[in-house]
């Protein structure tokens, strides 16, 4: 082989911090309920949304400010903590119950992410049930086409790639609104290019949305 046909599928590290995050309607409400920290009305915040919606870079921008560690192990003297996507790994209900009042009792932050307002999860302690439905809770919507786009060129501009506006138009009229469809594609995307040698463009985006199992008959 020679040294023009090799490829190298590297691992690419995506920009995370607050200013990388893309405020648009379906997000303005969270976002503005994060840059207002440390001036909550509460010790704790819940930011619920759909897997890809976005909680995790928004968790992660906050605890850039707020050196919040995240909720693993042992407990230690820290004020500020994340418990990111909790309906699915929250600690045990007895734990969690003097969790919230530790870090009440110290007058710190608890930012909690899930798919789900805290209402609709199934807590059996009533205690612990009361505490976090009194919490402010803040949801992420679908994303609209505009931000899905603007995602598509974040995701292309974190592996280093131009690709023309039309393409980029072209692929996001054919995902469904979800961010989590967004980084999946553009991965996808970056993967053909390198593995094909070709540039990123409606033919090779048309193959790979079709290989993704999205619709692509219709035209520009």
Do not use: C
Request: hydrophobic share 45%; glycine share 6%.
């Amino acid at each position: 082989m020679s040294p023009t046909q090799l490829t190298f599928n590297l691992p690419h590290r995506p920009a995370l911090g607050r200013e990388d995050f893309l405020v648009a309607p379906a997000n303005e409400a969270a976002v503005a309920w994060l840059d207002s920290w440390p001036d909550w009305p509460s010790y704790g915040l819940v930011v619920h949304g759909p897997e890809g919606s976005g909680k995790t870079h928004l968790a992660q921008a906050w605890r850039s400010r707020s050196f919040a560690k995240p909720i693993v192990g042992e407990l230690d003297e820290s004020r500020e903590w994340l418990l990111d996507d909790a309906d699915r790994n929250a600690p045990d209900e007895t734990a969690f119950f003097h969790l919230l009042n530790m870090i009440a009792e110290r007058r710190g932050h608890l930012l909690i992410t899930a798919r789900t307002p805290p209402a609709r999860w199934n807590v059996k302690l009533p205690d612990l049930a009361s505490r976090l439905k009194a919490l402010p809770a803040v949801g992420l919507g679908a994303p609209d086409d505009a931000l899905v786009e603007a995602v598509l060129v974040k995701h292309f501009a974190d592996r280093q790639l131009r690709v023309a506006p039309e393409t980029v138009r072209f692929v996001a009229r054919r995902l469904e609104r979800s961010l989590g469809a967004v980084a999946r594609v553009s991965d996808a995307l970056d993967r053909a290019a390198l593995a094909q040698g070709r540039p990123i463009s409606i033919p090779l985006a048309r193959d790979v949305l079709a290989a993704q199992g999205f619709v692509t008959t219709s035209e520009e």
